[in-house]
């Protein structure tokens, strides 16, 4: 079955400071991969996602890349704000006839201290 | 800016009665999921629908749980009779989509609590 795995947490980091949130995934076929943000008392939001291998999501100076050799998703920021504070989810659907049914990853969870 | 609603918010009730939770999907999306969401167990997918036909509820306990969609603007979680172990926060989410392009729109939840 699929399957996402992502880096135990919680991770804690100063403001301006490098994130990478690892991801990593099993699936049949060729899915498509999201990360989705929770913010604390709110629902999930999608952040960025890539659809096939070689994309690269981006959104909010988030990045991530498709790297299907690897089955990696890795979330990266350059400069991380305490305004990214929140659960960090990866997650996959894998299309066909799964009409957008989506695996999660269990969340990591990032503070940022200023 | 269109956006999944969920009705109520927070949710205390005694164990034994029956709970219901409403949602109110983006209008046009034709795929509704409900997630169930706790410390331990993260994040857990319990039925999701098609164009308001039931496509899987595997994730749903069958004895006590019940999800519905009597038209298109409305599906609802009911849970009768509720448990403590069913204190969770509850998610609502609508998509719309095809294929490989699918994306899956979150409402705000409702936390329940029972004790």
């Known amino acids: 079955g699929n399957s996402v795995t992502q880096m135990e947490g919680p991770v804690t980091l100063s403001e301006e400071a490098f994130l990478t949130i690892n991801c990593t995934y099993t699936a049949t076929g060729y899915p498509s991969l999201f990360w989705y943000v929770q913010y604390p008392g709110e629902g999930l939001q999608l952040l960025l996602k890539a659809t096939k291998a070689d994309d690269k999501g981006s959104n909010k100076g988030f990045e991530a890349t498709y790297r299907k050799e690897t089955t990696s998703f890795h979330l990266e920021k350059g400069s991380v704000q305490v305004s990214d504070s929140a659960v960090y989810f990866c997650?996959?659907?894998?299309?066909?006839?799964?009409?957008?049914?989506?695996?999660f990853g269990q969340g990591t969870i990032l503070t940022v201290h200023p | 800016d269109a956006r999944v609603t969920q009705t109520p918010r927070h949710k205390v009730t005694e164990m034994g009665q029956e709970v219901t939770m409403r949602c109110q999907p983006i209008?046009?999306?034709?795929?509704v999921f409900w997630y169930r969401q706790t410390m331990m167990q993260g994040l857990e997918l319990l039925a999701y629908f098609r164009n308001r036909a039931p496509l899987d509820d595997s994730g749903m306990p069958k004895d006590r749980f019940s999800a519905e969609m009597p038209d298109a603007t409305l599906a609802t979680l009911k849970i009768q009779p509720s448990e403590p172990r069913d204190s969770a926060v509850y998610f609502c989410?609508?998509?719309?989509?095809?294929?490989?392009?699918?994306?899956?729109?979150f409402g705000p939840g409702t936390r329940l609590t029972v004790t």
């Open positions: 209008l046009g999306h034709n795929t």
């Open positions: 997650a996959l659907t894998a299309g066909g006839t799964s009409y957008g049914k989506l695996t």
């Open positions: 989410a609508s998509g719309e989509g095809q294929g490989q392009s699918y994306e899956q729109y």
